[in-house]
Nanobody, 120 residues
Framework: VQLQASGGGLVQAGGSLRLSCAASGRTFSTYVMGWFRQAPGKEREFVANINRSGGSTYYADSVKGRFTISRDNAKNTVYLQMNSLKPEDTAVYYC??????????????WGQGTLVTVSS
């Protein structure tokens, strides 16, 4: 599966952005999906994941209550709605697809990343 992330940009602190990740192929619904991010000079970290049906989600403590992951299997797309953004959310955001729902980076497929910059 090929993943294409989009929706990043520059936003002021307190603002919102919605990231999208479009997947190719007809097997999207068979994958669990995750979002990760990597800030400059830091390791890639888990943000959120979602199960195959979209009925179960899990978040990193740092984004819980502010970010929402969702998916539309008919559109082969996973989303990350980001509200109340903080400067520390600045990072390149990556979507990932895999067979095991995990907070580690052990996903088989990765998108190219989209940059989110939050100004103070």
């Amino acid at each position: 599966v090929q993943l294409q992330a989009s929706g990043g940009g520059l936003v002021q602190a307190g603002g919102s952005l919605r990231l999208s990740c479009a997947a190719s192929g007809r097997t999207f619904s068979t994958y669990v999906m995750g979002w990760f991010r990597q800030a400059p000079g830091k390791e890639r970290e888990f943000v959120a994941n979602i199960n195959r049906s979209g009925g179960s989600t899990y978040y990193a403590d740092s984004v819980k209550g502010r970010f929402t992951i969702s998916r539309d299997n008919a559109k082969n797309t996973v989303y990350l709605q980001m509200n109340s953004l903080k400067p520390e959310d600045t990072a390149v955001y990556y979507c990932a697809a895999g067979t095991t729902r995990t907070t580690s980076a052990d996903y088989a497929y990765w998108g190219q990343g989209t940059l989110v910059t939050v100004s103070s």
